[in-house]
């Protein structure tokens, strides 16, 4: 069903405008939602004219509301075809690794970043893939080479996935390495959880304009979008046949019309506000530079976060978030060494006043610690067997210091970041285990 606003100009929000108008008709609702639109009248269930999120037909000569307001989306982004999720970025990854298996040929190796999510390693142990690791420069960081890359492709290899942005606001050569992709024909796949707004930045950094086949971006991450809301983005057309019944192997029946209304609306504010997300991003860059100013060490990372090098000024992450958070400032992530702030296309200025005026307050004197925890290192693990199978076998949970020389059975991944430190299949070594204590790990299950 097309919206009825089509019949003069195609909606800005379909859904949105399909989800008020059955709200404001006073049915006696007998369909689910069992709470009757009495918890929130915009949230219904797949209802006559709503669509339905894994058969709407993108391409369709009359598409339903889900379909025009992806069609939005994916003009938005320029993007071949943009498909929703309800499920995160985790949901679109799972989707894009299993359109690559489905379009690989019987090949199942990965070469992926090392600071991969846990979603990518999770999906890895559902396809049955293994992937090749590729290190980057930095602890944490999306900074691979495209020498490593090359260096790992055979001819088992399925795609290459890279996680960038990272968690400190870092990113890879996409473009560099897109090329080399393509060179060996071998699809590229970004997750961009943390990068859906790099669209609508000064210059279009996003991984599809950068040459990705596809891409992950959680929209609730940096854009006004509740959370769970995602984008699978799709930038080579191979891949569109089939993608919405695959994201159906992995969807809920049942996805949230509230997230979807959301996505929705976003297309909205997006297209009529396009410099939103430039205004904000300037803003914090003069941010940065007044505290770089006043003393604090700022960390090299993307636009739209503030990480303070916290080592820098020999403190840690951990010390700066205690006092960011007495001034009522919760940030998005701290270790032994930073402090992520991560901003957003709702943040005030009102906001960023208030940051200035607590660190002005707090400069790095006041927060110095007296022991400072030793450099990261990257836990450089041998692997014994591939996850799935390390995954599915029996496993035991035992205490971290018998657990040296086993194999992991279960990804290890204190969260945030839900960067896994140790993988199933991988034999855990001292190092790895030293490491694991330090982040608060007491048990470890592996395979008997
Ligand atoms: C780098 C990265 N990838 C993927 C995900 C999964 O995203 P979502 O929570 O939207 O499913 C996250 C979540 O934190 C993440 O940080």
Not at 162 to 184: P, T
Not at 194 to 209: C, N, S, V
Request: hydrophobic share 35%.
């Amino acid at each position: 069903m097309i919206s009825e606003k089509s019949d003069k100009q195609p909606s800005l929000c379909p859904i949105h405008d399909f989800l008020t108008e059955n709200a404001q008709r006073h049915r006696i609702r007998c369909y689910m939602p069992g709470h009757k639109g009495v918890e929130n009248p915009l949230d219904i269930t797949e209802i006559n004219g709503a669509d339905s999120l894994y058969e709407s037909d993108f391409f369709g000569s009359a598409p339903g509301i889900i379909a025009q307001s992806e069609q939005n989306a994916s003009r938005l982004f320029g993007t071949v075809q943009t498909l929703y999720s309800c499920s995160g970025s985790t949901l679109a990854i799972q989707t894009m690794l299993a359109l690559a298996k489905q379009k690989g040929g019987g090949k199942d190796h990965i070469i992926a970043g090392r600071y991969s999510h846990r979603s990518f390693i999770n999906t890895c142990i559902l396809l049955g893939l293994t992937p090749s690791w590729v290190y980057p420069q930095s602890y944490l960081g999306a900074d691979i080479s495209v020498w490593d890359i090359e260096s790992k492709i055979n001819d088992r290899t399925m795609a290459v996935f890279i996680n960038s942005v990272d968690y400190y606001g870092g990113r890879s050569d996409i473009k560099a390495i897109s090329e080399l992709c393509k060179k060996y024909r071998i699809p590229l796949l970004v997750d961009n959880a943390h990068g859906a707004y790099l669209k609508f930045t000064e210059r279009d950094r996003h991984p599809i304009t950068l040459g990705a086949d596809m891409c992950a971006d959680s929209a609730h991450k940096t854009l006004p979008v509740l959370t769970g809301g995602a984008y699978l983005h799709i930038g080579n057309k191979k891949y569109c046949e089939n993608a919405k019944e695959t994201m159906s192997l992995f969807g809920t029946s049942s996805p949230s019309y509230l997230i979807l209304d959301s996505l929705d609306r976003c297309n909205k504010e997006l297209t009529e506000h396009p410099n939103a997300i430039k205004e904000l991003c300037q803003k914090i860059t003069v941010l940065k530079c007044e505290l770089s100013a006043m003393g604090h060490h700022i960390a090299p990372s993307d636009d739209i976060r503030l990480v303070l090098d916290c080592r820098a000024m020999n403190s840690t992450g951990f010390k700066a978030a205690e006092i960011l958070s007495e001034f009522g400032v919760e940030c998005e992530y701290a270790d032994e060494y930073k402090c992520v702030l991560l901003f957003g296309y709702s943040t005030s200025d009102e906001d960023i006043k208030t940051i200035r005026e607590v660190l002005k307050a707090n400069t790095p004197p006041l927060f110095a610690c007296y022991s400072l925890p030793p450099q990261a290192e990257h836990i450089r693990a041998a692997c014994g067997i591939s996850p799935a199978k390390a995954f599915f076998k029996m496993k035991q949970r035992i205490e971290l210091n018998y657990a040296v020389g086993k194999v992991c059975g279960t990804v290890v991944a204190p969260c945030p970041p839900g960067v896994p430190l140790i993988m199933p299949g991988e034999i855990i070594s001292q190092a790895a285990a030293d490491m694991l204590a330090r982040r608060g790990v007491k048990y470890v299950e592996t395979v008997i």
